[in-house]
C-alpha cells in the first residue's frame, strides 16, 4: 500500500490535543527557566524588608530625645550660686569670684554661676547651709574655710560631714600668716611672746581664732582676740584705724594681691606661716611648730597648718549626681589651663596651685582621721 494510503489510514490526535500538549512542555520550560528569577525576587524582598526595618529603626532614633549630653540638657539656662563664706574682698572672695566667672565657660551648657557672700561663724553659715538646705544637684557651689574639716572635728554641735562634701578643685594651696603693720612696733615673734597685743579675728571656728590661740597655748604668745570681725578685709581695716595690731590668719595669696610690698618691700612685719615647711617667699618666717615649745605643742600645731594645704579650694553640696560632679571637676581642670584664667591672675597678682578636687577630698579624710585628743585640744582653742 502506498505510504500516503497507509498514512491516511491512520487516525489522527485532534489538533486541539496537539496544542495542549505543545503547551504543557512549553510551561515546564517556564518554570525550569524562572526557579532562578523566582529565588532573584525573593532576595530582593528580603533585603527591601531589611532596608526598611532599618530606616524605622533610624526614624525612631531620630524621633527619641538624645541621651548623649544630660548634663548640658540639665545645666542649660541655669543660674548657679557660688556661696563665700567670708565677707567681700579676702583670698575666699577673689577666688571663688574668678571660679563663678571662667567655670561656666567650660561646663556643658554654659550655665551662669553668681558670687554671693554669706559670712558668718568662720564659714560655718554658709557651710551649713550648703549641707542642709542648698539643693544637692550640682547647682550651689563654695568658697570656704580651709580648716572645714578640722572645725567639722572640734564643733560635734554642728552636725556636719564634711567628707561627704565632694570638692571639685583647689586654685592655690594657702599659707596663713601673722601680721603686724610698722606703726606697731612688732619687729619679730619674740615682742608678742614679751607684751600683750590686739589680734583680730573673727567668728570662733576660723583660722583667725585658731592660730593666735594655738600660739597662746603653745608657743608663749600674748595675743588677746578681739572678734566680731566678718572677714580679713574687715580686720585689715581695723588694723589700719588702730583698733587691732595684728591680723592673725592673712593668707600669703591674698596678702602678695593686696600688699604686696609688705613682703617684696619689708613694710609689715610678718610673725608667723601656718604650713609644714617655710614658703620661698618667707624664708626668714617661722613655721607654726618651729615656735611650738614642747612637743605637744609642735603636735598640735603641725595639725593646725595642715589645712594650709586645702588651701583656696571650691566644694559641693552632698548628694550631687556622679556625672554633674564629674563634668563640674572636668570643667575645674580645664579652667586651670584656661589662657583667660591664667592672664587674669596674673594681672591680679594671683598665685595659682592647682589640685584636682580627689586630691582634696583626700585631705579632707586624713584630716578626719586624726586623734581625737589632738582634735578636742584644737577645738578648745577654737571656740
Not at 524588608?49 to 524621633?63: G, N, Q, V, Y
Not at 602678695?256 to 626668714?284: C, I, M, N, Y
Amino acid at each position: 500500500m502506498p505510504e500516503a494510503s497507509r498514512l491516511r489510514g491512520v487516525r489522527q490526535a485532534p489538533r486541539w490535543v496537539c496544542s495542549l500538549s505543545r503547551l504543557r512542555r512549553l510551561r515546564g520550560r517556564e518554570q525550569v527557566a524562572s526557579a532562578p528569577r523566582a529565588n532573584s525576587i525573593s532576595h530582593k524582598r528580603a533585603a527591601s524588608i531589611a532596608a526598611a526595618i532599618a530606616l524605622a529603626a533610624t526614624t525612631l532614633a531620630l524621633s527619641v530625645p538624645l541621651k548623649a549630653e544630660p548634663v548640658a540638657d540639665f545645666y542649660r539656662g541655669k543660674t548657679l550660686r557660688m556661696l563665700i563664706g567670708y565677707g567681700p574682698g579676702g583670698g575666699y572672695d577673689i577666688y571663688g569670684r574668678l571660679v563663678a566667672e571662667f567655670l561656666p565657660r567650660h561646663l556643658p551648657g554654659n550655665p551662669t554661676i553668681i558670687a554671693q557672700n554669706m559670712p558668718g561663724a568662720g564659714s560655718f553659715v554658709a557651710a551649713k547651709y550648703i549641707y542642709d538646705v542648698a539643693p544637692k544637684d550640682g547647682t550651689v557651689l563654695g568658697s570656704l574655710a580651709q580648716t572645714l574639716a578640722l572645725d567639722s572635728m572640734t564643733n560635734t554641735s554642728a552636725k556636719l560631714d564634711v567628707g561627704k562634701m565632694p570638692y571639685i578643685g583647689r586654685l592655690v594651696t594657702n599659707i596663713d600668716t601673722g601680721v603686724a603693720l610698722a606703726k606697731s612696733g612688732i619687729r619679730s615673734f619674740e615682742d608678742v611672746r614679751a607684751k600683750q597685743y590686739a589680734v583680730g579675728a573673727s567668728g570662733g571656728g576660723s583660722a583667725t581664732v585658731l592660730f593666735p590661740t594655738a600660739l597662746n597655748a603653745y608657743a608663749g604668745a600674748k595675743f588677746k582676740l578681739v572678734r566680731g570681725y566678718s572677714g580679713t578685709t574687715d580686720i585689715l581695716l581695723a588694723m589700719e584705724r588702730g583698733e587691732v595690731d595684728i591680723v592673725g590668719a592673712y593668707g600669703l595669696p591674698g596678702l602678695l594681691v593686696s600688699h604686696p610690698g609688705w613682703v617684696s618691700r619689708g613694710e609689715a612685719t610678718v610673725l608667723f606661716q601656718a604650713s609644714l615647711k617655710r614658703h620661698r617667699l618667707l624664708a626668714d618666717v617661722p613655721t607654726l611648730s618651729e615656735l611650738a615649745l614642747s612637743e605637744e605643742g609642735g603636735e598640735v600645731l603641725r595639725a593646725a597648718a595642715s589645712t594650709g594645704e586645702i588651701g583656696r579650694s571650691i566644694l559641693t553640696t552632698p548628694g550631687v549626681p556622679p556625672e554633674r560632679l564629674h563634668a563640674l571637676r572636668t570643667a575645674f581642670r580645664a579652667v586651670l589651663e584656661d589662657p583667660d584664667f591664667l592672664a587674669a591672675c596674673e594681672m591680679r597678682k594671683l598665685m595659682v596651685d592647682g589640685a584636682p578636687g580627689e586630691e582634696i577630698d583626700a585631705i579632707v579624710r586624713e584630716t578626719l582621721r586624726l586623734p581625737q585628743p589632738v582634735a578636742e585640744k584644737i577645738g578648745q582653742m577654737m571656740q
